[in-house]
């Protein structure tokens, strides 16, 4: 176990972090896959995802902790405080996970939080503020299309008539989805008032490789990037491989090959380094080695903290798909999916985790996050910063995603000193 010095913030409290238990934890939680391990799979509200939050339930309350269920199946546990009516501090992360990931990404978040609290009751410590673990639904866009679904209806950034609707590649309806899995009251009642939170503090892995490039134990968020999210439809025409001579060809794949590398190219020279764009999902119809691609789909994820820098890569975007479709006479035609503005951390969040980094003698980065979380949408409602440790070379969404025993231990103790300073 690692404990903590007393800080005196709130008085005599000394949590100890349970590492075994912790740790297994992460590990049994991993075993709610859809793919062989060392892989997780873990799509919303397919059979792994439920029997994953029927795991959960039981972990928080044999903590004694008082879970709930929303609409669209966002989790709350909460350990009571001294005040009742006065505002929650909060914590969580997500549990969902890509095709093909590992067992960190948002787990570390979960698991780690509802550790913190355990840690805090274990020492004794009551909270005048509730403290309330928030596991959040579909933080992935995997099967809906749109992430972070859960925190989008709590902060109110999505409207229950824009989600009822949002359907899966089977044509099934959120609605009719999460009712199936046995979430049925009415999506109205998912978005939280803003005076719900106090505060909102999510641990998480970095996503990146500056923390383990840089030797640095921990990270603290300070603003987080968003993405704008599109499909783009290029439509050219078919035919044989052979039969049709290259003066003659209108290929949708050349053309998507190129508007691809423009985006990149865009991203690579907007003079910041938190730009960032990626066309991650290429969909080529009809799909044969001898016949010429008639149709593609992109899915691209442009990102930055800056709304002025993504929006000209948008636009460069525009204008290379006019140039590209002129050129090769195909038609091009983009859907804008979302275009979320990128968010500032709280200062009073800050302050707490930096405080309890530096009682510890724990050297931490002040940092952006590239990658997007649920902190990003409750930070329309709640003062939110993020805690990052740092992955192995960086690597996430894929199965040898991995962070070690000692820094997740270590971010669980900062959490939990931060929620207690929070909570007094």
């Not at 000692?406 to 300073?421: P, S």
Request: glycine share 8%.
């Amino acid at each position: 176990r690692l404990s903590s010095p007393s800080l005196g913030r709130p008085a005599n409290m000394n949590p100890e972090i349970d590492r075994t238990r912790l740790l297994s934890e992460i590990e049994a939680l991993a075993e709610f896959s859809d793919a062989a391990a060392p892989a997780v799979t873990r799509i919303i509200f397919t059979p792994a995802d439920l029997q994953a939050r029927a795991w959960m339930k039981a972990r928080c309350e044999d903590a004694g902790l008082t879970v709930r269920y929303d609409a669209v199946g966002n989790t709350f546990a909460r350990l009571n405080g001294l005040d009742a009516p006065a505002p929650v501090v909060g914590t969580g992360s997500h549990i969902d996970a890509i095709p093909n990931a590992g067992k960190y990404d948002g787990v570390v978040g979960v698991l780690g939080g509802l550790e913190a609290i355990r840690a805090l009751r274990r020492c004794g410590f009551r909270p005048r503020h509730s403290i309330e673990l928030l596991i959040f639904t579909s933080e992935e866009p995997t099967r809906f299309g749109i992430g972070c679904l859960g925190s989008r209806l709590l902060s109110g950034a999505l409207s229950p008539d824009a989600a009822a609707k949002l359907t899966d590649k089977d044509g099934a309806t959120l609605d009719n989805v999460r009712q199936a899995s046995g979430f049925t009251s009415e999506l109205e009642g998912v978005k939280l008032p803003s005076s719900y939170y106090k505060a909102f503090a999510e641990l998480h892995i970095e996503q990146g490789p500056l923390l383990e490039r840089e030797h640095i134990p921990l990270g603290i968020v300070t603003k987080i990037a968003a993405p704008a999210s599109l499909r783009i439809l290029i439509e050219g025409s078919g035919g044989h491989a052979g039969g049709v001579l290259m003066p003659d060809r209108h290929d949708a794949l050349c053309a998507a090959a190129e508007l691809i590398l423009a985006i990149e190219s865009a991203a690579r020279t907007s003079g910041a380094r938190d730009t960032v764009a990626t066309a991650g999902i290429c969909e080529v119809f009809p799909g044969a080695v001898n016949s010429i691609p008639s149709q593609v789909r992109l899915s691209v994820d442009i990102r930055d903290t800056d709304l002025g820098r993504r929006g000209a890569v948008m636009q460069t975007l525009e204008a290379a798909s006019r140039a590209i479709s002129a050129k090769r006479q195909v038609s091009i035609h983009t859907g804008l999916l979302n275009a979320d503005a990128p968010g500032d951390c709280a200062p009073i969040v800050i302050e707490e985790l930096s405080q309890s980094c530096t009682k510890h003698g724990l050297k931490f980065l002040s940092m952006v996050s590239r990658a997007y979380h649920d902190s990003l949408f409750i930070g329309r409602i709640a003062p939110v910063a993020m805690l990052f440790i740092p992955c192995r070379n960086g690597y996430s969404h894929r199965p040898d995603e991995y962070a070690s025993p000692d820094d997740i231990v270590r971010g669980t103790l900062v959490l939990a000193e931060a929620l207690a300073a929070l909570a007094a």
